[in-house]
């Protein structure tokens, strides 16, 4: 069984949790939005991964770890361009090892304008 864990960011109304925590593993999803407010961060894909980035921090922080213990993560790009952009910010928040990583292209994310999202898999308490 898992538990929703209170990041603090704001949790949108549909049926869906954000971050779960089962035992030691926490899976996340997290999209460029501002924790406050939930309206979604806007701008080219830097200032998006940043602030997704940030928000992931947060949601691995409540759940009791910090982005060392991300293990797992699969990003979402809807332009395979913005890969260099993306990787300049993600090198910003993460250090080798690096987590295991998957990009897939998508032809859209679920906001208009929306450039990249990222789903997380996190292993506290090793």
Do not use: C, W
Not at 49 to 54: E, I, K, N, S, V
Not at 61 to 86: H, N
Request: cysteine-free; glycine content about 10%.
């Amino acid at each position: 069984m898992f538990e929703p864990v209170e990041t603090g960011i704001f949790q949108s109304p549909g049926p869906y949790t954000g971050t779960a925590k089962a035992g030691t593993v926490v899976y996340t999803v997290q999209i460029p939005k501002d924790p406050e407010t939930g309206a979604f961060v806007g701008g080219d894909v830097r200032v998006q991964t940043r602030r997704m980035l940030a928000n992931l921090k947060l949601a691995i922080e409540a759940a009791g770890g910090t982005l060392a213990d991300v293990a797992r993560v699969t990003l979402y790009l809807v332009d395979l361009a913005d890969k260099d952009g993306m990787n300049e910010v993600y090198r910003a928040f993460f250090a080798e090892p690096f987590p295991v990583r998957a990009i897939l292209v998508v032809k859209a994310l679920t906001i208009p304008g929306m450039r990249v999202e990222i789903e997380a898999t996190a292993h506290i308490g090793r």
